[in-house]
């Protein structure tokens, strides 16, 4: 343990471009959930009847804010993966209630229940988008330490053939045999 905390290394590139990728998925899950609700289900979702397939301005606005709330996920995710212990665990719950809050939202709006039904499953839809990707994410952005005792892992650019085994016998100076 440090000062600071935990001694888990987050390779931060990686983690903040699948929380940008998770942006753009959760935008389009609002997309495409509007134009499969309004467009073919008939359902008038976050606009008026009358603003065709993919509603009005309000649809765009309402994508960018899931992108956002992906992004701000993704925020909390690096924050707890360095900070905090079984950050994984939390960010579930937190992803999760946040999730349940955005998905009964829209039954306090005075809207028809029809409508409130299909946004209700539009935000669910995004919300566990953003908590199954980030949370693979976060698999592939934690930066596991060699284990003491157990064997040396080889850097990843020697397991791709990129860099040569310097251990090889012909690296070391010793003969090899015929």
């Known amino acids: 343990m440090s000062e600071f905390g935990s001694e888990r290394s987050v390779n931060a590139v990686r983690l903040w471009s699948g929380g940008l990728a998770t942006a753009v998925v959760a935008a389009l899950v609002?997309?495409?959930g509007t134009l499969v609700i309004r467009g073919v289900m008939g359902i008038p979702v976050l606009a008026p009847?009358?603003?065709?397939y993919l509603g009005d301005v309000g649809t765009v606005v309402?994508?960018?804010m899931?992108?956002?709330a992906a992004l701000l996920a993704t925020g909390l995710l690096h924050l707890l993966l360095v900070a905090a212990p079984r950050a994984r665990a939390f960010f579930g719950w937190i992803i999760g209630l946040v999730t349940?809050?955005?998905a009964v939202t829209p039954f306090t709006q005075g809207a028809e229940l029809s409508s409130q039904i299909a946004t209700a499953v539009i935000n669910l839809v995004a919300g566990i988008a953003i908590a199954t990707l980030l949370s693979s994410v976060a698999n592939?952005?934690?930066v596991r330490s060699p284990r003491r005792g157990?064997?040396?892992e080889r850097p990843a650019l020697h397991h791709e053939g990129i860099l040569?085994?310097?251990e090889q016998a012909e690296y070391r100076g010793q003969p090899r045999g015929l």
């Open 140 to 142: 592939t952005a934690v």
């Open 30 to 32: 609002i997309l495409v």
């Open 66 to 68: 899931a992108a956002v």
């Open 62 to 64: 309402y994508a960018l």
């Open 100 to 102: 349940a809050v955005a």
């Open 49 to 52: 009847e009358e603003a065709g």
């Open 150 to 152: 157990g064997p040396r």
């Open 164 to 166: 040569p085994d310097v």
